[in-house]
Protein backbone atom coordinates (compact mmCIF):
# COMPACT_ATOMS: atom_id res chain seq x y z
CA UNK A 1 0.00 0.00 0.00
CA UNK A 2 1.04 3.40 -0.76
CA UNK A 3 2.87 5.41 2.36
CA UNK A 4 0.80 8.23 2.69
CA UNK A 5 1.58 9.30 6.26
CA UNK A 6 0.05 9.33 9.32
CA UNK A 7 -0.99 12.81 9.31
CA UNK A 8 -2.36 14.94 6.38
CA UNK A 9 -3.93 18.02 5.66
CA UNK A 10 -7.98 18.67 5.45
CA UNK A 11 -8.84 21.91 3.45
CA UNK A 12 -11.48 23.30 1.35
CA UNK A 13 -10.54 22.53 -2.76
CA UNK A 14 -9.30 26.45 -2.92
CA UNK A 15 -8.28 27.20 0.58
CA UNK A 16 -4.65 25.50 0.11
CA UNK A 17 -2.27 28.28 -2.30
CA UNK A 18 0.65 26.39 -4.11
CA UNK A 19 3.12 27.64 -1.28
CA UNK A 20 1.21 26.31 1.24
CA UNK A 21 1.60 23.22 -0.43
CA UNK A 22 5.20 23.58 0.05
CA UNK A 23 5.15 24.51 3.09
CA UNK A 24 3.27 21.50 3.93
CA UNK A 25 5.31 19.26 2.18
CA UNK A 26 8.25 20.66 3.99
CA UNK A 27 6.65 20.07 7.77
CA UNK A 28 6.30 16.36 6.90
CA UNK A 29 2.96 15.87 6.18
CA UNK A 30 2.07 12.83 3.91
CA UNK A 31 -1.18 14.36 1.51
CA UNK A 32 -3.18 16.92 0.99
CA UNK A 33 -6.62 16.51 1.04
CA UNK A 34 -9.19 18.84 -1.02
CA UNK A 35 -12.67 19.03 0.09
CA UNK A 36 -15.70 20.17 -1.49
CA UNK A 37 -17.29 18.74 -4.40
CA UNK A 38 -15.24 19.80 -7.34
CA UNK A 39 -16.41 19.08 -10.97
CA UNK A 40 -13.00 19.75 -12.07
CA UNK A 41 -9.22 18.49 -10.75
CA UNK A 42 -7.49 21.35 -11.91
CA UNK A 43 -6.82 22.75 -8.27
CA UNK A 44 -5.41 19.44 -7.77
CA UNK A 45 -2.77 19.40 -10.74
CA UNK A 46 -2.09 23.38 -9.48
CA UNK A 47 -0.58 22.03 -5.84
CA UNK A 48 0.57 18.64 -7.06
CA UNK A 49 3.01 21.11 -9.96
CA UNK A 50 4.04 23.43 -6.58
CA UNK A 51 5.57 20.55 -4.34
CA UNK A 52 7.64 17.28 -4.88
CA UNK A 53 6.10 14.20 -3.22
CA UNK A 54 3.85 15.11 -1.08
CA UNK A 55 0.41 12.94 -2.19
CA UNK A 56 -2.78 14.93 -3.24
CA UNK A 57 -6.19 13.48 -2.72
CA UNK A 58 -10.10 14.40 -3.44
CA UNK A 59 -11.84 14.42 -0.17
CA UNK A 60 -14.45 13.91 -1.80
CA UNK A 61 -15.37 14.60 -5.64
CA UNK A 62 -19.54 13.70 -5.81
CA UNK A 63 -20.48 11.16 -7.64
CA UNK A 64 -23.91 13.46 -8.36
CA UNK A 65 -21.92 16.65 -9.91
CA UNK A 66 -19.07 15.21 -11.78
CA UNK A 67 -18.70 12.73 -14.51
CA UNK A 68 -17.24 9.88 -14.39
CA UNK A 69 -15.72 9.11 -17.69
CA UNK A 70 -14.26 13.32 -17.40
CA UNK A 71 -13.28 12.62 -13.87
CA UNK A 72 -11.05 9.34 -15.36
CA UNK A 73 -9.81 11.38 -17.94
CA UNK A 74 -8.17 13.92 -15.80
CA UNK A 75 -7.07 11.07 -13.52
CA UNK A 76 -5.10 9.62 -16.28
CA UNK A 77 -3.82 12.49 -17.33
CA UNK A 78 -2.89 13.50 -13.90
CA UNK A 79 -1.22 9.97 -13.13
CA UNK A 80 1.11 10.60 -16.42
CA UNK A 81 2.17 14.25 -15.33
CA UNK A 82 2.30 13.38 -11.52
CA UNK A 83 3.17 9.03 -11.26
CA UNK A 84 1.69 7.95 -8.05
CA UNK A 85 0.58 11.07 -6.17
CA UNK A 86 -3.40 11.89 -6.98
CA UNK A 87 -5.76 9.79 -4.94
CA UNK A 88 -9.29 9.98 -5.83
CA UNK A 89 -12.25 10.12 -3.08
CA UNK A 90 -15.61 9.64 -4.12
CA UNK A 91 -18.76 9.85 -2.60
CA UNK A 92 -22.18 9.84 -3.07
CA UNK A 93 -22.72 13.25 -0.55
CA UNK A 94 -26.60 13.58 1.00
CA UNK A 95 -30.32 13.35 0.06
CA UNK A 96 -30.64 17.24 0.77
CA UNK A 97 -28.26 18.39 -1.75
CA UNK A 98 -29.70 16.90 -4.45
CA UNK A 99 -32.66 17.42 -6.43
CA UNK A 100 -32.93 14.10 -7.91
CA UNK A 101 -31.35 11.63 -5.71
CA UNK A 102 -31.20 7.91 -6.72
CA UNK A 103 -30.30 4.97 -4.58
CA UNK A 104 -27.02 6.55 -3.11
CA UNK A 105 -25.12 2.42 -2.93
CA UNK A 106 -26.55 1.59 -6.55
CA UNK A 107 -25.65 5.22 -8.38
CA UNK A 108 -22.04 4.70 -6.54
CA UNK A 109 -21.40 1.39 -7.77
CA UNK A 110 -22.65 2.47 -11.87
CA UNK A 111 -19.98 5.36 -10.98
CA UNK A 112 -17.11 3.07 -9.87
CA UNK A 113 -18.45 0.58 -12.90
CA UNK A 114 -17.33 3.91 -15.16
CA UNK A 115 -14.09 4.42 -13.43
CA UNK A 116 -12.97 1.18 -13.93
CA UNK A 117 -13.17 0.95 -17.65
CA UNK A 118 -11.42 4.66 -17.44
CA UNK A 119 -8.54 3.14 -15.98
CA UNK A 120 -8.74 4.19 -12.57
CA UNK A 121 -7.54 1.51 -10.61
CA UNK A 122 -9.07 0.27 -7.59
CA UNK A 123 -5.86 0.81 -5.10
CA UNK A 124 -6.08 4.33 -6.45
CA UNK A 125 -9.41 5.53 -4.90
CA UNK A 126 -11.46 6.09 -1.88
CA UNK A 127 -14.89 6.22 -1.06
CA UNK A 128 -16.60 8.56 1.91
CA UNK A 129 -18.00 5.44 3.43
CA UNK A 130 -20.47 5.54 7.00
CA UNK A 131 -22.25 2.98 7.11
CA UNK A 132 -21.58 -0.66 6.84
CA UNK A 133 -23.12 -0.96 3.02
CA UNK A 134 -21.06 1.91 1.79
CA UNK A 135 -17.97 0.72 3.80
CA UNK A 136 -18.07 -2.96 2.90
CA UNK A 137 -18.47 -1.13 -0.89
CA UNK A 138 -15.22 0.51 0.33
CA UNK A 139 -13.05 -2.85 1.25
CA UNK A 140 -14.60 -4.50 -2.27
CA UNK A 141 -14.51 -1.83 -4.73
CA UNK A 142 -11.15 1.29 -3.83
CA UNK A 143 -8.17 1.34 -1.34
CA UNK A 144 -10.49 1.93 1.55
CA UNK A 145 -12.50 5.15 2.89
CA UNK A 146 -12.19 8.32 4.06
CA UNK A 147 -14.60 9.37 6.63
CA UNK A 148 -15.76 12.58 7.24
CA UNK A 149 -16.83 14.35 10.46
CA UNK A 150 -16.68 11.00 12.42
CA UNK A 151 -15.29 10.41 16.31
CA UNK A 152 -12.76 7.76 16.86
CA UNK A 153 -15.20 5.13 18.05
CA UNK A 154 -16.40 5.25 13.76
CA UNK A 155 -12.93 4.26 13.63
CA UNK A 156 -12.98 1.26 15.49
CA UNK A 157 -16.11 0.19 13.88
CA UNK A 158 -14.75 1.23 10.17
CA UNK A 159 -12.09 -0.71 10.89
CA UNK A 160 -14.26 -4.26 12.02
CA UNK A 161 -15.70 -3.78 8.60
CA UNK A 162 -13.15 -2.97 6.33
CA UNK A 163 -10.65 -5.17 7.60
CA UNK A 164 -6.85 -5.16 8.08
CA UNK A 165 -6.19 -4.64 4.48
CA UNK A 166 -7.69 -1.66 3.64
CA UNK A 167 -6.96 2.15 3.70
CA UNK A 168 -8.64 4.33 6.28
CA UNK A 169 -8.12 8.09 6.73
CA UNK A 170 -10.82 9.74 8.43
CA UNK A 171 -10.67 13.67 8.68
CA UNK A 172 -10.92 15.37 12.04
CA UNK A 173 -11.44 18.90 12.89
CA UNK A 174 -8.88 21.31 14.90
CA UNK A 175 -8.80 24.63 17.12
CA UNK A 176 -5.99 24.96 18.94
CA UNK A 177 -6.76 26.85 21.87
CA UNK A 178 -6.96 25.68 25.21
CA UNK A 179 -10.00 27.71 25.71
CA UNK A 180 -12.90 25.83 25.41
CA UNK A 181 -15.49 28.02 25.29
CA UNK A 182 -13.86 30.02 22.36
CA UNK A 183 -12.94 26.31 20.98
CA UNK A 184 -16.55 25.50 20.87
CA UNK A 185 -17.89 28.89 19.26
CA UNK A 186 -15.34 28.25 16.01
CA UNK A 187 -16.12 24.44 15.86
CA UNK A 188 -19.69 24.57 16.30
CA UNK A 189 -20.76 26.24 13.24
CA UNK A 190 -18.30 24.24 10.99
CA UNK A 191 -20.50 21.02 12.64
CA UNK A 192 -24.03 22.45 12.75
CA UNK A 193 -24.31 23.87 9.28
CA UNK A 194 -25.16 21.57 7.54
CA UNK A 195 -24.06 18.11 8.89
CA UNK A 196 -26.26 18.04 12.12
CA UNK A 197 -29.24 18.61 9.30
CA UNK A 198 -27.96 15.65 6.69
CA UNK A 199 -29.82 12.66 7.67
CA UNK A 200 -26.66 10.23 6.40
CA UNK A 201 -24.80 12.11 9.17
CA UNK A 202 -26.81 12.41 12.28
CA UNK A 203 -27.74 8.52 11.53
CA UNK A 204 -24.10 7.84 11.85
CA UNK A 205 -23.55 10.15 15.21
CA UNK A 206 -26.84 8.25 16.96
CA UNK A 207 -25.05 4.90 16.23
CA UNK A 208 -22.06 5.95 17.89
CA UNK A 209 -24.25 7.09 21.08
CA UNK A 210 -25.23 10.52 19.98
CA UNK A 211 -29.07 11.67 20.84
CA UNK A 212 -31.57 13.55 19.59
CA UNK A 213 -30.53 16.34 22.01
CA UNK A 214 -26.64 16.14 21.40
CA UNK A 215 -27.42 17.53 17.51
CA UNK A 216 -30.40 19.64 18.42
CA UNK A 217 -29.29 23.56 18.85
CA UNK A 218 -25.95 23.43 17.01
CA UNK A 219 -24.32 20.34 18.64
CA UNK A 220 -23.99 19.65 22.24
CA UNK A 221 -20.73 20.56 23.95
CA UNK A 222 -20.29 16.85 24.12
CA UNK A 223 -20.83 16.32 20.33
CA UNK A 224 -18.84 19.20 19.80
CA UNK A 225 -15.96 18.07 21.92
CA UNK A 226 -15.89 14.54 19.83
CA UNK A 227 -15.81 16.19 16.69
CA UNK A 228 -13.51 18.81 17.25
CA UNK A 229 -10.22 18.30 19.19
CA UNK A 230 -9.03 21.11 21.25
CA UNK A 231 -6.16 22.37 23.59
CA UNK A 232 -2.74 22.43 23.62
CA UNK A 233 -0.81 20.68 20.45
CA UNK A 234 -0.09 17.90 22.88
CA UNK A 235 -3.35 17.45 23.81
CA UNK A 236 -4.93 17.85 20.33
CA UNK A 237 -2.49 15.16 19.05
CA UNK A 238 -3.68 12.81 21.66
CA UNK A 239 -7.33 12.98 20.10
CA UNK A 240 -5.78 12.61 16.39
CA UNK A 241 -3.54 10.02 17.83
CA UNK A 242 -6.97 7.58 19.48
CA UNK A 243 -7.81 7.63 15.47
CA UNK A 244 -4.80 5.46 14.90
CA UNK A 245 -4.96 3.63 17.64
CA UNK A 246 -8.57 2.64 17.14
CA UNK A 247 -7.36 1.57 13.62
CA UNK A 248 -6.82 4.44 11.31
CA UNK A 249 -4.04 4.48 8.93
CA UNK A 250 -4.12 8.24 8.37
CA UNK A 251 -6.12 11.48 10.19
CA UNK A 252 -6.82 14.12 7.96
CA UNK A 253 -6.33 16.47 9.81
CA UNK A 254 -8.73 19.78 9.76
CA UNK A 255 -7.37 23.24 11.15
CA UNK A 256 -10.42 25.47 12.62
CA UNK A 257 -10.03 29.26 13.07
CA UNK A 258 -8.31 32.29 11.51
CA UNK A 259 -5.24 31.52 12.94
CA UNK A 260 -1.72 30.92 9.56
CA UNK A 261 -2.98 26.99 9.00
CA UNK A 262 0.86 26.13 8.29
CA UNK A 263 1.60 27.61 11.46
CA UNK A 264 -0.86 25.84 13.43
CA UNK A 265 0.34 22.50 11.50
CA UNK A 266 3.65 22.72 12.39
CA UNK A 267 2.77 22.68 16.07
CA UNK A 268 1.00 19.70 15.61
CA UNK A 269 4.22 17.85 14.29
Same mark, same amino acid.
Not at 198 to 212: S, V
Not at 257 to 264: A, L, R, T
Given at each position: ????????????? @??????????????????????? @?????????? &? &???????? $?????????????????????? *?????????? #?? $?? $? @? +????????????????????? *???????? %?????????????? &????????? +?????????????????????? &???? +??????? %??? #??? @???????????????????? #?????????????????????? *? $???????????????????????????????????????? #??
Amino acid at each position: MTDFGNYGVWAGF @SAISPDQARQIEKLGYGTIWLGG @SPTSLAPVRK &L &LAATETVH $VATGIAAIWNTDAAEIAKQYRE *LESDFPGRFL #LG $VG $V @S +HPEAIAEYRSPYDSLVEYLDV *LDEGGVPV %DRRVIAALGPRMLR &LARDRALGS +HPYLVPAAHTAYAREILGPGSF &LAPE +HKVVLTD %DAA #LAR @SVGRPFVDQPYLHLQNYTNN #LKRFGFTDSDIADGGSDALIDA *L $VAHGTAEVVREQLDAHLSAGADHVAVHVLGDGDIVEDLAK #LI
